[in-house]
């Protein structure tokens, strides 16, 4: 799959030395923005406040499949009145999108492959990005979760704000999530 990410910090490096480690073909662009007419897949992981500038910065995304992952937080609000990130993306760019990896840490993601127990991916979005958010979250060695349409992503948004304060919580630090049936714990 030929994959151009916009952001290169813990979560667009990060995934694009995983997917470049399976086999992908990756391009990433940074805040020098760039070109994205031969992707079949772009990944959006800037933070929520830079979302209209890396847009504007880079070309040819017009109708393509987005993967988008930033989180608002503390109180930031929806871009133009849309409830979520993803549905800005989706009316600005046209094409198939999907709110995922927003609920993983940079950090922890490098080592998603070698966890003995996949860690959970949750998205939400559009049935048409299913195949390449479902297979580039295999790729990167977690398991995903879908949770339905895009309409969600407002929701998934806010869940991360509870998932931050369950890992302040925690004496561990940073932390996988992981859904299990009943027969698999």
């Known amino acids: 799959m030929r994959i151009t990410t916009i952001g290169r910090g813990s979560i667009g490096g990060t995934l ?6 399976a086999g992908h073909q990756v391009t990433a662009l940074g805040r020098d923005g760039g070109d994205a007419s031969d992707a079949d897949v772009v990944l959006l992981a800037v933070r929520h406040a830079d979302i209209p500038a890396a847009l504007a910065g ?26 979520s990130n993803a549905e800005y993306v989706k009316a600005t760019l046209g094409g198939p999108t999907a709110k995922v990896f927003n609920l993983n840490f940079g950090k922890l993601l490098e080592g998603a492959p070698q966890a003995p127990n996949r860690p959970d991916n949750i998205w939400v979005g559009d049935e048409t990005a299913r195949a390449a958010v ?52």
Do not use: C
């Not at 499949?65 to 937080?73: C, F, K």
């Not at 806010?158 to 998932?163: D, G, I, K, R």
């Open 134 to 185: 479902e297979k580039l979250t295999r790729d990167a060695g977690m398991q995903p979760r879908h949770g339905g349409p895009l309409d969600r992503a407002a929701t998934q948004e806010s869940f991360a704000a509870l998932f931050v304060a369950i890992v302040k919580d925690a004496d561990s630090g940073l932390l996988y999530y992981r859904f299990a049936t009943p027969e698999a714990i």
């Open 16 to 21: 694009a030395r995983l997917w470049t480690a």
């Open 58 to 83: 880079v070309t040819g995304l017009e109708g393509k499949t987005v993967i988008e992952t930033s989180n608002r937080l503390d109180g930031e609000l929806p871009h133009d009145g849309h409830a």
